[in-house]
């Protein structure tokens, strides 16, 4: 494969690192790995905005529209529990890849991670 793709899914796969192994499996010499997925705000009083809103507002939402506030608590957890920027970028490079980084969106609330198989 010449690239592997990934948006908002990794975050709720049991072992991430033996999907970011086999994403550097299938991949050929040159290939690229990018994964899109909610992260880790890194503006300070962004972050406690975005905290306030992820714990009281999503949920809230997701009750009255789509009448289950669990599914919902779920997706703000889950947030919570993956790997911070740095972190999931050290766990791309242990997997094999090179030349990996990430650029944050939106103050870190959406990541892209990239890395190449040499």
Do not use: W
């Not at 890194?42 to 507002?57: E, G, L, Q, R, T």
């Amino acid at each position: 494969m010449d690239g592997y793709t990934i948006a908002f899914g990794i975050r709720n796969v049991t072992h991430i690192e033996k999907a970011l192994s086999e994403a550097y499996r299938v991949l050929k010499k040159g290939g690229r790995f990018l994964c899109l997925e909610l992260s880790h705000v890194d503006v300070p009083v962004f972050k406690d905005i975005y905290d306030i809103y992820s714990f009281s507002v999503i949920p809230a939402v997701g009750e009255l529209v789509a009448g289950d506030r669990q599914s919902y608590q779920y997706l703000v957890e889950s947030i919570r529990r993956f790997p911070k920027q740095e972190k999931f970028a050290q766990m791309i490079q242990e997997a094999g890849f090179e030349a990996v980084e990430y650029e944050n969106l939106v103050g870190g609330v959406v990541a892209i991670h990239s890395g190449v198989k040499l």
